[in-house]
């Protein structure tokens, strides 16, 4: 896209822009201007088959994903030991993510090892939330993000945690 000097182009969201979580403001650059927030695309990818099907269907398979997405999390938490896990322990109150800091490791030198080394992909960093990492002590560094999915195993979650446990010791 080519936008002339005389043209004012506005932003149609705000957000995180992922280049710089530590800013609590909307960059002003371009294309970052235009960058903000994170699009629904896998939500849009299946609202068609998800409207086909009966609205009941979908909310128990929704609310079964997002309990296998708790309670995989509620795992990680008690095999993470040498972690400082943030959020919920109630499984009732927690969401299918989660974050944690290790004392031994920066962040983001955390997800690379996990990366490169054993294949598991997480997210370091602010996470477009710089108020929420400064309350929790953890900014400018951030903490590790976990969110296992619909398809995630509980191997998969044994092999984040013996990746971990090897990578910390």
Same mark, same amino acid.
């Given at each position: 896209m080519?936008?002339?000097?005389?043209?004012?182009?506005?932003?149609?969201r705000?957000?995180?822009?992922?280049?710089d979580?530590?800013?609590?403001?909307?960059?002003? &650059?371009?294309?970052?201007?235009?960058?903000?927030?994170?699009?629904?695309?896998?939500?849009?990818?299946?609202?068609?088959?998800?409207?086909s099907?009966?609205?009941?269907?979908?909310?128990?398979?929704?609310a079964?994903?997002?309990r296998r997405?708790?309670n995989?999390?509620?795992?990680?938490?008690r095999?993470? /030991? @040498? !972690? *400082?896990?943030?959020? #919920?322990? +109630?499984?009732a109150?927690?969401?299918?993510?989660?974050?944690f *800091?290790?004392? /031994?490791l920066? @962040?983001? &030198?955390?997800?690379?090892?996990? +990366?490169?080394?054993? +294949?598991?992909?997480i997210?370091?960093?602010? #996470?477009?939330?710089?108020?929420? #990492?400064?309350?929790?002590?953890?900014?400018?560094?951030?903490?590790?993000?976990v !969110?296992?999915? @619909?398809?995630?195993?509980?191997?998969?979650?044994?092999a984040?945690?013996? @990746?971990?446990? &090897?990578?910390?010791?």
């Amino acid at each position: 896209m080519y936008v002339g000097p005389r043209a004012k182009v506005g932003a149609w969201r705000e957000g995180g822009t992922g280049g710089d979580s530590s800013s609590e403001t909307q960059p002003k &650059e371009f294309p970052y201007f235009l960058e903000g927030g994170t699009p629904n695309v896998l939500g849009v990818a299946v609202s068609q088959p998800a409207c086909s099907t009966s609205s009941s269907r979908v909310w128990t398979a929704s609310a079964n994903t997002r309990r296998r997405c708790a309670n995989a999390c509620g795992a990680a938490w008690r095999n993470w /030991a @040498a !972690s *400082r896990v943030f959020g #919920h322990r +109630d499984p009732a109150r927690r969401v299918g993510t989660l974050s944690f *800091r290790s004392e /031994a490791l920066p @962040a983001a &030198e955390l997800g690379g090892i996990l +990366d490169q080394a054993f +294949d598991i992909a997480i997210r370091p960093g602010l #996470h477009c939330a710089p108020y929420i #990492h400064r309350a929790l002590g953890t900014f400018p560094e951030g903490t590790v993000r976990v !969110s296992p999915g @619909a398809f995630s195993t509980e191997a998969d979650i044994d092999a984040l945690a013996n @990746a971990l446990a &090897e990578i910390v010791v």
